[in-house]
């Protein structure tokens, strides 16, 4: 198990390394002005230019510039070109809003993946199962930003109850539990909308994985034995299924980071979609860098613990 | 009943065409390609049918769906109809160009990994690994807003990000395939790696590729959708199915035609290539699904 962990930890080092060049060279490697007032301006005089690119090292050669942008990152002293503020500092307020959305999703993407996988792989080729793969690829087509935006118009016509941002501004909380539902309510609405790609492939993933491991010979003997239906998928099957669901949260959870950025968006929900979308705009390449790598450096850690985990549960993983 | 030899892929074809959901899709996704086709020719030629898509008319402007304008029209009195079709051959080019760079890569890496082994495959998979990290979305919008949303732009970049997943799956193929009797006797009789690789296992490797091919089109599609939506697709005065939700935005609830025709015209071209990519996968896998 301790070579299975060290060895998992060497390669996890190895692709920090990666991730860091990636987030690093997509945003310098692509041609543009790096200035934010652009390259045209011509209220902006060469001093100011000059000036600009000393202060965020725009004038060494490119692997110095990385180098600095590294350290500057894990030592907390990159700044972002729009507010001068840490942008550690920056993405840190905004950390929580976006956990906890993608948190709830994936909860709600995994529940409902696994009911809808379970009942599709136990009435296989039959006319449920064919409905129910119908709706997950329904659910992978919709387009995000449309889905939430018909359901705001939605909800907001029909019942006029604020949805956007974490909480109802202006409402006096008469005590703490309604505070809380109101927030949770905030959060439901686009935890929810996030999460339907997910329940798509992850149900998809259930019931290919179920399917197969209903054909196994100790499912045949588990019957034989006269156990119940309902003992032989829960107790026998699903257990033995249900590796692909785990190893799925390392594939859904970058699809989740991404989806926030437009469902943060619409619902004005203060997390790291909408700080990325801002610093989009804005050109600010520090805080663009640090969010890229924190990001999938957040999905590889979350992979390595899955790893660790799987391996402490079932000891075949560790000699791959 | 008579025994007829049949090679795999016209078993494929006839699994294929007894699938009632694939052959709907695959029709739907036909006739889509011909309204793409068309229109675009029509645009290109400039030919205003069923009316210009770039006609503004303030008089016309923001008009619910009527007899003149089936689908209404914009804030700028442009027909909404007309837009939806002359936009239908950007949206479809972003899918099909995008999987096709998207293929190239990652056919070739994944070959390369899965057919030499050792410390290349070792490093190309770190590689993947590495990207697979990285929330795609994010990453693309990060490069095109860097480089300026064009049409090219675009298709090059949601090309470049996401080849990992077939690059994965190619390997796999390939590590099964290269032990096989007919890639040893190749090897035997004195064949190179690269006409091993290319004319002997990659066609034998053909209908998995083809099937992530199909089911990556809508992805590409809709990203180029989600592109359009923060500003960052194709820009205006050209028509895409993103962009003219983008624009139709700021009148949610005056027009809800604006919002509606676009995204169903997306939701129902995605769904109609997952559906037909799905059967695709469903006849290509010799074992029954159902068992």
New interface residues.
Partial sequence: MTSFIIRRLL?TM??VF??SI??FF??TL???SPYPWGELDPKISQTVKDNFRKQFHLDEPMWKQYYLNMRGLFSGDLRSIKDGRPVLERIGERLPATLALNVCAIVISLSFGLLIGVYSARN??RWPD?TL??FS??M????????S??V??GIT?WFGTPLLGTASYGTVFPNAASQFLDYAWHLALPASLLALGGIAAQSRYVRASM?ET??EDYIRTARAKGLDEETVSYKHALRNSIRPLITGI??LL??????S??IE?IFAYPGI?RL??QA??E?DYPT?IA??FI???L??LG?LLADILYAAVDPRVRLE | MKDEFLSPGQRMMQRFRRDR?GMISTGFVVVLFLVAVTFGTLSWLDVPFPADPNLTSLEAKLQPPSAAHWLGTDNLGRDVLARLLHGAYISLSVGFVAVFVSLAIGVVVGAISGYFGGWVDNVLM??V???????????I???V????PSLLNIIVVIGLVSWTGTARLVRAEFLTLRESEYVRAARGLGQNSWAIIFRHILPNAAAPIFVTAVLGI?DAI?TE??LS??G?GVQPPQATWGNI?SDG?SY??DA?WL??FP?LA???S??AF??AG?ALRRAASSKS???
């Avoid at chain 1, 992978?140 to 889905?147: M, Q, R, S, T, Y």
């Avoid at chain 2, 690994?129 to 990453?139: Q, S």
């Fill in positions: 390669i190895v692709l990666f991730i990636v987030s997509i945003i692509t041609p543009g296989a080729g064919v793969s119908v690829f329904a992978l087509a919709l387009p995000g930003f449309w889905i935006y018909l705001i118009i016509a399917i209903l054909g390392g594939g970058p699809a989740l980071i991404g989806g950025i437009i968006s979609g990325g979308y989009v705009l050109r663009l969010l890229n990001t999938a450096a999905v590889l992979n | 959901i770190r590689v690994d590495a990207i697979m990290c990285f929330p795609t979305f994010f990453l919008l990060t490069a807003a860097l480089l300026g809508p809709l959708a989600g939506f923060l960052f939700i935005k949610i609830l809800w919002i509606l995204g997306i939701f129902v995605a769904l997952y559906l799905d699904e159902t068992q």
